[in-house]
């Protein structure tokens, strides 16, 4: 059973700020690794899809690397729209999510 | 543009047995994807329940298999789930939600709006 962590669990920075969310799993995933971004009260959305391809619509500031069991999702200059609860996601093997890492403002 | 909705009781009582169906519109059920219930307790993280093709193959989450059952009707355009004997650790937000594509390890990519199932008596 594959588990996921990610750090840290919670950040605050401010609008222009580059933020990295880090995510690691337990065994090598080798890049089936996808991201999300959930605000309150809504349903999660796909942002980053086999480790560092990006989904339709999403901007370019989103990005993500990693291969193997580290990852990242990169945000290169946060956006008011951006404060919100970031997960990561293995399909490797039963989908498992991380615990999730809340971004919210300074 | 996918959309799905969820729809079904939100109460339940303890023991008793949770109903949902995901309604899919701007697109068939039939096409090359998988369709999956994602649950959330309020507060907590995302757990995947399982996982249907229109085939009618199924995937369970290891930990809710002995509990889950989901179904496809195409005639309706829609998936349905059955989990159980109930408690009020089951109390979520039920998503549905579409794989990108038939693929394995294929990400969501259309999530539905979600719904609250409470668990009490």
């Known amino acids: 059973d594959i588990q996921m962590t990610q750090s840290p669990s919670s950040l605050s920075a401010s609008v222009g700020d580059r933020v990295t969310i880090t995510c690691r799993a337990s065994q090598s995933i080798s890049s089936y690794l996808n991201w999300y971004q959930q605000k309150p009260g809504k349903a999660p959305k796909l942002l980053i899809y086999?480790?560092?391809s990006l989904q339709s619509g999403v901007p370019s500031r989103f990005s993500g690397s990693g291969s193997g069991t580290d990852f990242t999702l990169t945000i290169s200059s946060l956006q008011p729209e951006d404060f919100a609860t970031y997960y990561c996601?293995?399909?490797?093997?039963?989908?498992?999510f991380g615990p999730g890492t809340k971004v919210d403002i300074k | 543009q996918v959309q799905l909705q969820e729809s079904g009781p939100g109460l339940v009582k303890p023991s008793g047995t949770l109903s949902l169906t995901c309604a899919v519109s701007?697109?068939?059920?039939?096409?090359?994807?998988?369709w999956s219930w994602v649950r959330q307790p309020p507060g907590k993280g995302l757990e995947w329940i399982g996982e249907i093709y229109h085939s009618g193959s199924t995937n369970y989450n290891p930990s809710l298999k002995s509990r889950v059952t989901i179904s496809v009707d195409k005639s309706k355009n829609q998936f349905s789930l059955k989990l159980s004997s109930v408690t009020a650790a089951d109390t979520a937000v039920y998503y549905c939600a579409r794989a990108k594509d038939v693929a394995v390890a294929s990400p969501f990519d259309y999530w539905g709006q979600g719904t609250l199932v409470t668990v009490s008596s």
């Open positions: 996601q293995q399909s490797y093997s039963t989908p498992r």
């Open positions: 701007g697109g068939s059920i039939s096409s090359s994807n998988w």
């Open positions: 086999a480790a560092s």
